[in-house]
């Protein structure tokens, strides 16, 4: 493996840090399969004298790498090239699953379970305030990995006409804004919680393990609730980034 380290990959005289040099290039062999899960990084000190490099700008590199899910630090084995996590920004910005993670190189998916109208008596009916509401329960892919299961309900009346589209393909809060009222807020929930027997089964792993639930309610531009969602992120595999301003 040390061959794929050698001070030629570092451009001294380059305006980019060197240490995002080296954490570009590490992306960029781990998403082209060239490190895979479980192989080993040289460590700080020996990866500083491969580069010809500090120490302390291979450490900020691996922060970086760190951070986004690529690699763990673990004292006995070393640094560990790992499956990178969701890096979701739904906390603090109204974007698609697919306008997130197709940028970043990662191949999306999504699995419609049910797409069916629904008489409910239940919180969706009473945040709605309609009983007659369309359920959207979906599975979406990350690489090919489950990595959360989401239930949304809207109201029939309003969104009726979603039944002509093909929710694998089509972005829901584009379709809802063609046919009835634009998503343009949302208030949301995240609390961390363990999975049911029925959320581990559609996201492969245990009854019990950690999973982060959110409560979604979506509202249109007069501030009327129009969508409510519960989904269940695999916590392996989701990292949720907060911006925040001091005003």
């Known amino acids: ?7 030629n990959i570092i451009n001294k005289n380059s305006a980019v840090p060197m240490y995002f040099q080296l954490y570009s290039y590490l992306e960029t062999l781990m998403k082209e399969g060239k490190l895979k899960e479980g192989d080993r990084l040289p460590g700080e000190e020996e990866m500083a004298l491969l580069l010809e490099i500090s120490r302390p700008t291979v450490r900020q590199a691996y922060k970086e790498l760190s951070s986004k899910g690529y690699i763990k630090r673990q004292r006995s084995k070393g640094t560990i090239v790992t499956k990178p996590k969701i890096f979701s920004k739904f906390l603090s910005e109204l974007t698609t699953f697919y306008d997130e993670l197709a940028p970043e190189g990662i191949q999306v998916q999504t699995k419609v379970l049910k797409f069916e109208i629904l008489e409910s008596t239940g919180e969706e009916a009473k945040v709605l305030g309609n009983n007659k509401l369309i359920h959207l329960a979906r599975l979406r892919f990350s690489d090919h990995i489950p990595v959360v299961h989401i239930d949304s309900y809207l109201s029939y009346e309003k969104y009726k006409g979603l039944f002509q589209y093909d929710l694998e393909q089509e972005s829901l809060y584009e379709k809802m804004k063609e046919v ?11 609390t961390a919680v363990k999975a049911s027997k029925k959320i581990a089964q559609y996201l492969e792993m245990e009854e019990g393990d950690p999973v982060m639930k959110s409560r979604t309610i979506g509202k249109d531009s007069k501030e009327n609730a129009v969508e409510y969602s519960i989904a269940h992120y695999n916590s392996a595999y ?3 980034q907060i911006d925040v301003k001091l005003e």
């Open 1 to 7: 493996m040390q061959q794929q380290f050698t001070k």
């Open 180 to 190: 009835g009222e634009a998503v343009v807020g949302a208030r949301r929930n995240l």
């Open 238 to 240: 989701s990292n949720f």
